[in-house]
Nanobody, 121 residues
Framework: VQLQAFGGGLVQPGGSLRLSCAVS????????IAWFRQVPGKEREGLSC???????FYADSVKGRFTISSDNAKNTVYLQMDSLKLEDTAVYYC????????????????WGQGTQVTVSS
């Protein structure tokens, strides 16, 4: 299984950005894809997850601002980020699991390389 996250960049507070996660190699009938972020010196934070059964979940920190979606034809999972705040600055990762569900990082076996999001005026 391989994941590649891209779409990060520099955005002003209040702005929007859409991250993409290209996924390949999943053969399991069930899987979940999640987005995490990490700031240097801090623990990795789970943001949102989406399963092959169309369940979605959001962390309170991003609920109402971030939206996870998937395009199965393109094998891509998106994270639409709106109303971005300075504290959203981090490296964002996508991850996959075929055996779990939720926002605990130890549930995920496969990780993308991360993409930097910087929110700054």
């Amino acid at each position: 299984v391989q994941l590649q996250a891209f779409g990060g960049g520099l955005v002003q507070p209040g702005g929007s950005l859409r991250l993409s996660c290209a996924v390949s190699g999943i053969t399991s009938g069930y899987y979940a894809i999640a987005w995490f972020r990490q700031v240097p010196g801090k623990e990795r934070e789970g943001l949102s997850c989406n399963s092959s059964t169309d369940d979605t979940f959001y962390a309170d920190s991003v609920k109402g601002r971030f939206t996870i979606s998937s395009d199965n034809a393109k094998n891509t999972v998106y994270l639409q980020m709106d109303s971005l705040k300075l504290e959203d600055t981090a490296v964002y990762y996508c991850a996959a699991t075929s055996t779990g569900w939720g926002l605990l990082d130890f549930l995920y076996d496969y990780w993308g390389q991360g993409t930097q999001v910087t929110v700054s005026s």
